[in-house]
Nanobody, 123 residues
Framework: AQLVESGGGLVQAGGSLRLSCTTS????????MGWFRQAPGKERELVAD????????SYINSVKDRFTIFRNDDKNTLYLQMNSLKPEDTAVYFC?????????????????WGQGTQVTVSS
């Protein structure tokens, strides 16, 4: 199975980007999935995830009210809509899938990773 991200790029502070993660090779319908990011010199962190159980969402505090995670299982795609971007959002963004029985998608439960897409926010 593969996860392929797209939609990254260079944007000015205050701008928006939508990341997409297209899955193939198996169905991820009903699987918990998430978006992670890793900035230079920092550890990878979970930005947002979506539960398999009831579609409940969670976000880190720094992106609440700015980022939205959603999915379209008919299109086998996970999205991350990012608004009001800040320079501190600059990172490589990865999508991930947790195919076990994990309700959410913490890093310890990830079974599949995408290759990452660079997001750079200029001030």
């Amino acid at each position: 199975a593969q996860l392929v991200e797209s939609g990254g790029g260079l944007v000015q502070a205050g701008g928006s980007l939508r990341l997409s993660c297209t899955t193939s090779g198996r169905t991820f319908r009903g699987v918990a999935m998430g978006w992670f990011r890793q900035a230079p010199g920092k550890e990878r962190e979970l930005v947002a995830d979506i539960s398999y159980h009831n579609g409940s969402l969670s976000y880190i505090n720094s992106v609440k009210d700015r980022f939205t995670i959603f999915r379209n299982d008919d299109k086998n795609t996970l999205y991350l809509q990012m608004n009001s971007l800040k320079p501190e959002d600059t990172a490589v963004y990865f999508c991930a899938a947790c195919t076990g029985r994990s309700i959410s998608c913490p890093e310890s439960a990830v079974d599949y990773w995408g290759q990452g897409t660079q997001v750079t926010v200029s001030s």
